[in-house]
C-alpha cells in the first residue's frame, strides 16, 4: 500500500510539472525544469551509456572515482577518492576511497565497490568499455588489474601511463561507483544486473531518480546524504522532453521552463534582449570535420586531402551562418582541452585548391557523393562545403538521409565523404588523438574500427607514435608529441576539421551557476541556484 501511494505521489508530481496551465508563469521556486532532446536517452547504466542526452543526468545521479571541479573544470579533485598516491613509473595508482559516504541505498561505499564498477565496465564490454580497455584491462586480466585492498582501490598497467590520462579517464560516466550489493541483487543470467540498472540507479550522487519516461521527463530529487561536493539547493530536476528548439525557446519565454539546452542560432538571436532571459554559453569539445573515404581513387590521393582544406569557408560557416554558435578549429583536439593546438594555417582559397588539384593531374576537379544528415548543423555545414567546393571544381552530391542510416553507412565504409561530430569522453587530449590517429588493421574484422579505419586509411606509423605518446608519463613529454600528431591529422589526412561547438543555453534570469566544461556530460545540477 505504502509503495502504490507513492508510486501515486510521484506520478501526480510529474504530471503536474509536465501539463502547465497557461495561466503559471513560473517554475516551482524548489524545482529546476530543463527542456532538451531526450531522443538519444537510451539507457541509466552507467557502464553502458555513451550518449550526449544522458550524460547530465548520470553526472548528477551518481559520484565518479574522481571528479572535475564543476565550478572551475580544469581542475580534477576528489570524488569517491579522497586521495591517490601514482608510482613513478607509471605502472601502478592507489585511490585511498573515502569511509564517510553512503549509497542511496544506505549502503556504506567501499574500495570493493570501486573496483567492481571499473571491472564490470570492462567485463560488460559496452561501447564505453573502450576507455578502460585502452589501459590494457580485458576480461581476462582485469580482476588482478584493478582490486581492492581494506579500503584502497589499486590500480596497475603493463605499460606505463601518465598520472593525467588515467585521472582524466577516470571522471568519466564509465568510472562511476555503483552500488555492488543492489545491482547484483538484480543480477540476471550473468548480466552484472545491466538489464535492471538500464532503468534504476545504484549511486551516490547529489540527485536521485524519481521516475524517467523515455522520450518523457527525467525527475531527479536532491538527496540528503550526498557527501561528494556542495549540497543541493534546489530540490527537484525535471529534464523535459523537447525535441523541437523552437518549442524550446517558447517554453523558456513562457517561464514553463528555466533553461533551454538545444537552441540554435537563430534561437538564440530571437532571444537577445528578452526580459527575464539570459544566455550562457559553454565551449564544448564538440568538433565538426569531414571525413575522405580513400578506398575511393580518387579520394586516396594525399592532395585531394591538401585542397579540400583550401575548399571549406571557415570563418563565413562560424560568423556568419551560425552566428558565433560555432567557432573555427582545425584540429581535432578542441581549444579548452590540454595540450590543443590553436594555429589555423587554412582559410578558403578556390584558387590555391585549383592549383593543387591541376599538379595532381585534375585540372577539372572531380565528383563526390557527400553523406549528410538533415539536422542542425550537419545539413548546413554540406550546404555550405558544396558551395564553396564548387568554386574549385569539386562537385559534391549530398546524399541526405536518417541519422540512423547516415551513421550506418559510416560505420560500415559505404561513403565517398560525410560531414560527422565527434565529442570526448575525457577531457585529456588522449580521447581525440586515440580516435583519429590509430589503425594498424584496416580489415573488416579489425577491433579498432575508429575515423581512419571507416575512411580505409592504413596508418602504422601513426598509429605506433599515437600509442608512445600514450605511454608517455612525463606530462609535458607527452603533450608535445600530441602537438605532433595533431598537426599530421590536420595536414597530411583524410579529415578537416572545421568547427567547434559553443552551447548556448538560454535560462531564466533567476538562474546562476549553470555551468559546463568541455566535456558533454560535466554541468553538476547541484552548483546551481535559483534565486
Known amino acids: 500500500m505504502k ?7 510521484r ?3 510529474l504530471a503536474a510539472c509536465l501539463v502547465v496551465p497557461a495561466a503559471w508563469a513560473a517554475t516551482p521556486a524548489d524545482t529546476l525544469v530543463i527542456a532538451r532532446d531526450l531522443n538519444t536517452f537510451l539507457t541509466l547504466d552507467p557502464q553502458e551509456a555513451f550518449e550526449i542526452a544522458s550524460g547530465d543526468t548520470l553526472n548528477n545521479l551518481y559520484l565518479r572515482l574522481v571528479q572535475h571541479d564543476p565550478l572551475d573544470f580544469a581542475k580534477i579533485i576528489p570524488g569517491a577518492a579522497k586521495s591517490w598516491d601514482a608510482d613513478a613509473d607509471g605502472k601502478r595508482i592507489v585511490f585511498h576511497i573515502r569511509d564517510d559516504i553512503k549509497f542511496q541505498s544506505g549502503n556504506p561505499l567501499t574500495a570493493e565497490d570501486a573496483a567492481f564498477s571499473l571491472q564490470r565496465g570492462v567485463l560488460l564490454d559496452k561501447q564505453s568499455a573502450i576507455l578502460l580497455r585502452q589501459f590494457g584491462w580485458s576480461k581476462d586480466n582485469v580482476k588482478e588489474r584493478v582490486r581492492s585492498e581494506g579500503n584502497d582501490l589499486i590500480i596497475t598497467f603493463e ?4 598520472t593525467e590520462l588515467v585521472l582524466s579517464t577516470l571522471s568519466a560516466a564509465i568510472a562511476s561507483v555503483v552500488d555492488k550489493k543492489v545491482v547484483m541483487s538484480h543480477e540476471k543470467n550473468g548480466d552484472l544486473g545491466n538489464g535492471w540498472l538500464r532503468t534504476n540507479t545504484a549511486g551516490a550522487g547529489a540527485y536521485k531518480l524519481i521516475d524517467w519516461k523515455p522520450k518523457g521527463a527525467v525527475v531527479l530529487e536532491a538527496f540528503d546524504g550526498y557527501k561528494g561536493g556542495k549540497k543541493a539547493t534546489i530540490k527537484r530536476v525535471i529534464v523535459r522532453h523537447v525535441a523541437e528548439a523552437a518549442a524550446q525557446r517558447l517554453l523558456l519565454e513562457k517561464g514553463d521552463v528555466d533553461a533551454a539546452v538545444d537552441l540554435n542560432a537563430d534561437q538564440i538571436g530571437g532571444l537577445q534582449g528578452v526580459a527575464g532571459i539570459k544566455v550562457e554559453r559553454i565551449p564544448r569539445a564538440t568538433i565538426f570535420y569531414m571525413a575522405l573515404n580513400t578506398s575511393n581513387p580518387t579520394l586516396s590521393k594525399p592532395e585531394v586531402w591538401k585542397a579540400m582544406h583550401w575548399l571549406v569557408d571557415y570563418e563565413g560557416m562560424s560568423k556568419d551562418l551560425f552566428k558565433g554558435q560555432y567557432r573555427v578549429t582545425q584540429t581535432p583536439v578542441a581549444d579548452g582541452t590540454p595540450g590543443a593546438l590553436t594555429e589555423k594555417p587554412y582559410k578558403f582559397d578556390p584558387a590555391k585548391a585549383k592549383e593543387i588539384l591541376a599538379k595532381a593531374g585534375m585540372p577539372d576537379g572531380f565528383s563526390m557523393d557527400m553523406d549528410v544528415i538533415p539536422a542542425t548543423p550537419y545539413r548546413e555545414i554540406a550546404q555550405s562545403i558544396q558551395h564553396t567546393a564548387a568554386a574549385g571544381g569539386v562537385k559534391i552530391n549530398l546524399r541526405v538521409g536518417e541519422p540512423s ?3 550506418t553507412r559510416y560505420r560500415e565504409r559505404r561513403f565517398d565523404s560525410i560531414v560527422f561530430v565527434w565529442a570526448p569522453d575525457y577531457a585529456d587530449p588522449s580521447s581525440t588523438i586515440e580516435f ?16 581512419p579505419w571507416r575512411a580505409h586509411w592504413l596508418i602504422p606509423q601513426l598509429t605506433a607514435e599515437t600509442a ?3 605511454h608517455e608519463v612525463n606530462n609535458a613529454k607527452r603533450m608535445e608529441d600530441y602537438a605532433k600528431i595533431q598537426r599530421q591529422l590536420r595536414d597530411d589526412s583524410p579529415f578537416t576539421y572545421m568547427l567547434q561547438f559553443i552551447q548556448p543555453i538560454g535560462v531564466r534570469s533567476n538562474i546562476y ?3 559546463g566544461g568541455t566535456t558533454f556530460d560535466s554541468t553538476a545540477f547541484n552548483v546551481i541556484e535559483k534565486k
Open 3 to 9: 509503495h502504490s501511494l507513492t508510486q501515486a505521489l
Open 11 to 13: 506520478a501526480t508530481a
Open 159 to 162: 605499460k606505463p601511463f601518465a
Open 405 to 407: 542510416q547516415v551513421l
Open 436 to 451: 583519429f590517429g590509430r589503425n594498424s588493421d584496416d580489415s573488416d574484422k579489425s577491433s579498432n574500427k575508429n575515423a
Open 468 to 470: 608512445a605518446a600514450a
Open 513 to 515: 551557476n549553470y555551468t
